[in-house]
């Protein structure tokens, strides 16, 4: 099975497509920080996260999107340009007719570090542990597509 997991933003949207085969260990297959500008128009920016998904899409051929609920506590500002980026996934993901698993940023935690309120630096140390990773990953966004498509694989136990 080959999944599409996204840690979903609007600025930066943190993409990976992670490959399970059986038994076999999880295989990241992609991985990156997609980025828009913010001298783009809202609807612009919109229209470039649509499009980097439905490439990713056509050149892998995901059959499950696994992504995060939305979940915010601190940044209010960005509630609903993120909402919004989270609709065009969604909306993408359905034309494509995948199937769609969303996950909090709570279970995210518990099935990469086993410990519910870990913080960014913990799941990160734990990603590579986790599954090999063939580039050098700075981006937390990254680490986070990865840890949620790592999250859906253990929780549906694929």
């Known amino acids: 099975m080959i999944l599409l997991s996204i840690d979903p933003g609007f600025e ?38 649509g499009n980097k998904i439905k ?30 980026a989270r609709g065009v996934i969604l909306y993408i993901a359905g034309i494509y007719n995948l199937a769609v698993f969303e996950y909090s940023p709570p279970e995210i935690k518990v099935a990469v570090t086993g410990y519910g309120k870990s913080d960014k630096q913990q ?10 990773l063939q580039k050098n990953i700075t981006s937390d966004d990254e680490f986070d597509a990865i840890a949620i498509g790592l999250t859906h694989y253990a929780i549906s136990r694929i």
């Open 123 to 132: 799941i990160m140390s734990m990603i590579p542990q986790l599954i090999t």
């Open 55 to 84: 490439d990713i899409i056509e050149e892998y051929k995901p059959t499950t999107l696994a992504t995060e609920k939305l979940f915010f506590t601190s940044n209010q500002k960005t509630v609903i340009p993120v909402a919004e």
């Open 12 to 49: 930066r949207l943190g993409l990976a497509i992670i490959e399970k085969e059986g038994r076999n260990k999880e295989t990241l297959l992609y991985s990156e920080c997609f980025k828009t500008s913010s001298k783009l128009p809202h609807h612009e920016r919109l229209r470039l996260i």
